[in-house]
């Protein structure tokens, strides 16, 4: 098949899961283009089989500000004319949707008729998506696309009780390459970031309100009072400085590092031992995902789609969120016994076996085998 993946070229969950699933693709013999303003932060892999064409928004004093949705929209019929494509996957209701859908129509006049598959990620429901100014958008492009999948059952469930879709939503999970976590302790070179003694907790995030980082802060202050410890901060964000500040206030700040963003996710995990995520609500929880496939167990909060991912008392532990001492107790009681640490890694690594990419990428092969055939019917 010929695809052509929408997404933002981001560090972010959406923009790193489908830049994986379309190299995935490529691998499986698939033609893949990828169409957005920037080429995506992990896409290094550029052939025969993966194709990457910039949006470029023309600058015009008339706008105030740009309609980066005309111009995807344009690119996309013009990508779709050029190469042949087959199928649209688009990651992101808003303005994905909404730009694929204008381009199927514009491209439907010339005899042309291709399909949108939306996968709904999160934000793009439960925040943009929601907001009264959007959400008669939203609820067009989701029930204009030919297919909708969504990352959780709990997006889903959010997705049909904060909108009106006519639409059926396949539950199609994130996922990860198992294989790039096969890492040896002599690749780890864990002696770079702390001591034999000390015990490293790692938290990665677009440090955004919604990830409460101050409460990753108080839990870790917690923590190293009981247990010799160093805490890994990875990202960038708005409340990256006030983070900053809070360790200096708590006397921590020898004990914290902050790297910014990194294409080293893998390489920071491999000598983790505690990974962090206590989200006021996440779609899916990939960070924690990706933590448990380096054999991290995961202290979360009990919200949307992570206790899908994060099995209470096997892979780590949920709490309420915001409930701070609760997860400082449940963080000590993994790292304090080195027998449980242990055991609490292997149910990780284990449990993360499940969304493997292999597994996962051959059901949105199927999806598009199906949207083709069921959309062929109207053409």
Not at 97 to 114: F, N
Not at 160 to 168: A, N, T, Y
Not at 332 to 361: G, T, W, Y
């Amino acid at each position: 098949m010929k695809i052509g993946i929408v997404c933002y070229p981001t560090f972010g969950g959406s923009g790193v899961v489908a830049t994986e699933l379309g190299l995935a693709l490529s691998k499986r013999g698939h033609e893949i283009h990828f169409i957005t303003y920037s080429q995506p932060v992990r896409l290094d892999l550029l052939g025969s089989n993966v194709h990457y064409h910039e949006v470029n928004v023309p600058e015009y004093p008339l706008f105030l500000y740009q309609p980066y949705e005309l111009a995807l929209s344009s690119k996309l019929v013009d990508m779709v004319k050029l190469h042949g494509i087959e199928i649209l996957h688009v990651h992101y209701a808003i303005p994905h949707a909404y730009a694929a859908y204008m381009a199927k129509k514009m491209l439907q006049e010339e005899g042309i008729y291709v399909p949108i598959v939306t996968t709904l990620h999160g934000t793009d429901i439960t925040l943009v998506g929601s907001h009264p100014f959007y959400k008669p958008a939203v609820t067009f492009s989701i029930n204009k696309s030919d297919a909708v999948t969504s990352v959780s059952q709990s997006l889903k469930d959010d997705t049909l009780r904060l909108f009106d879709i006519k639409k059926d939503i396949d539950v199609i999970p994130n996922f990860i390459d198992i294989s790039k976590y096969k890492t040896h302790f002599t690749d780890c070179q864990r002696e770079i970031m702390a001591t034999e003694k000390e015990k490293i907790v790692t938290h990665i995030s677009n440090f955004r309100k919604v990830k409460q980082i101050p409460d990753i802060i108080n839990i870790f202050y917690n923590i190293q009072k009981e247990i010799p410890a160093k805490l890994m901060m990875v990202g960038e964000g708005p409340e990256k400085l006030n983070a900053e500040r809070l360790c200096k206030e708590l006397g921590i700040s020898d004990k914290v590092v902050f790297f910014g963003n990194s294409n080293e996710i893998d390489k920071i995990l491999c000598f983790s031992d505690l990974f962090l995520l206590p989200s006021l609500t996440e779609s899916f929880g990939l960070a924690a995902l990706e933590a448990m496939a380096s054999g991290v167990p995961v202290i979360s909060s009990n919200t949307g789609g992570i206790p899908e991912v994060n099995i209470e008392g096997v892979t780590g532990f949920l709490s309420e969120v915001n409930d701070v001492e609760d997860m400082s107790k449940n963080s000590i009681h993994i790292l304090k016994d080195p027998n449980r640490l242990m055991q609490f890694k292997q149910n990780a690594k284990e449990a993360s076996r499940k969304f493997d990419i292999n597994n996962i990428v051959p059901q949105y092969e199927s999806l598009y085998q199906r949207t083709l055939k069921s959309c062929s019917r109207f053409v």
